[in-house]
């Protein structure tokens, strides 16, 4: 299996790129069933690389001149990024040179430069952006957050199946639990599309690769009961920045009151190593990497301001993801619905 | 002025209602300008008032047999709960008895019957219901919490209207600043309704009492650099719940790590001032009561499940909305809609 990285992508580029290679090489080093071609500046990840004193045989660099900026807008991204390292990192995927690409660029672009090079997964209406949400029991799926604003049955039943697919092909243990973000558990609850969606869900239950739980309203996505969770992009977005928005007022709020006196100084000498493990558990770095699903190849986004752990995490996801074989899992879910309809 | 109070609804009723009485009471012994109904069984409240040792020329009882049950439905809510302590308390207003509202009841049929009861206000397209927000410099409104799940311009014009008069009866000495809750900031992005929302209210912004900021995204939310917050209620009530579900599990966790073991255990006497202020700073009680705003009269919903303190806080935003003059506020930000339209 073959991992094309966007090596210029996301600020610190190239070197928390390589920094975050080197991470998973090293935790990798017992298996040989990969190979990572990194796209970019050939002399700068060279230089990276013997800084990082990588030594791999399963690394490959494959030089290209330009870089999209983060400056590029969606709407001439597909005339001025040709040739970039984030468009021929996706191409690779046309030419059967890699099974999945990893970026940590300008979002807006990598998202209509992956949609016209790799196309749609034929009776998939929509693509969409999933992204994992940490959980008291570990993590989920969350989707769409925010290619989509408006989204009718059609695309949320996609989305579920994908979802799905995605969290099988991360946890194959399991199989997922599907619920559909609401403003209340009964039925009756929600839009026109969500009720469709719930009625259609119900009927297909029979035939899936999940087991749908219904509508979950939005203080229960950590408890962690749910494996994936569906929504419109606009819901989504909101959602999750809502999350971000309170998880750092909380935690600078913490940070301000363990620090303000002498008394609550002393305190963190004894609680250091369990902040320290509270801190571990709920680090966003470990949460990095939203895919994009309905594309005929899986496309990772790394948010483009994270570091070196961050990138690692991304490249540990997209191994994962390879292993897990996420587009036959794909078009296995989907195929239920063809016999469906 | 006259706050009416539902004082049987909510868990724990009657005691709570005046056990959080009972607090207000205590915080405002300077000040005589309001009066208290209470609206219930007279014998039980009798007896609570006397457990709590109230003695105060400000309060009055107003019996009522019935209470409306937790399993009534908004459905066969005007049937069957006439001549309830929450319906009467509402009643007061049309009578000219009181001034405002206050209730920890079911949530949909207080909803149901204060339309009904008090009508809308002419002009108004959609009541909204509004919460309060804590954010790093104080709080902020955000509405509509959950009434109207599908919103259209003139709806979220009102919102912006009524949030503001809102926040500015509650904090007079600032205009306020209001934004509209989207997945970007830049006026490009989002749904058509917001579009024209956004184009309208900059349209208007010469002639309104508040400040228009444009978009806000869900992360910015907590940082209170906006004071009143506008959306529909859908994702307003994804927002809040996302916020609520994602503190919950913060705290848990920290909760958890911090009496892991013996050392975190010791950390806690030195910090257990700094992390009472903490959580003192962030306790949900203080933001308890949410307003249904657009009727021809203030109803507060007090959570159902909060304890006297929560209650109290609820009374004295009642208290505060009546002396901020709520009512003429809004009348007086919506007349400017009028003179543009």
Redesign the interface.
Known sequence: MTIAIDAMGGENAPKKNIEGLSIFLNKNKSNNDFMIHLYGDKKLLEEEISKQKIKSDFIRIIHTDAVVSDEETPLTAIKNSKNTSMWNSINAQVDGEADISLSAGNTGVLFVISKMILKMMKDVSKPALAGLW???KGMSVVLDL?AN??CNEKNLIDFSEMGAALYKSIFPEQKPFVSL?N?GSEEIK??EVLKKTFSELKRLSNDTNFIFKGYI???????GECNVIVTD???G??????????????????KS??T??I??K??????F???K??KS??DPRKYNGAIFLGLNGPVVKSHGGTDSVGFYYSIDLCYRIIKGNLMHQIKNNLSHLDVEN
């Open positions: 940490p959980n008291q925010g604003i408006e973000l403003i929600g839009t309203e939005a203080n229960k996505i950590m408890r992009g606009f819901t977005n909101i959602a999750l920045k809502t999350a971000e928005g309170t998880a750092k007022f909380l935690t600078d709020n913490l009151s363990l303000e006196n008394f609550s002393i305190s963190l000498i004894f609680s190593f369990a902040l493990k509270f558990k709920l």
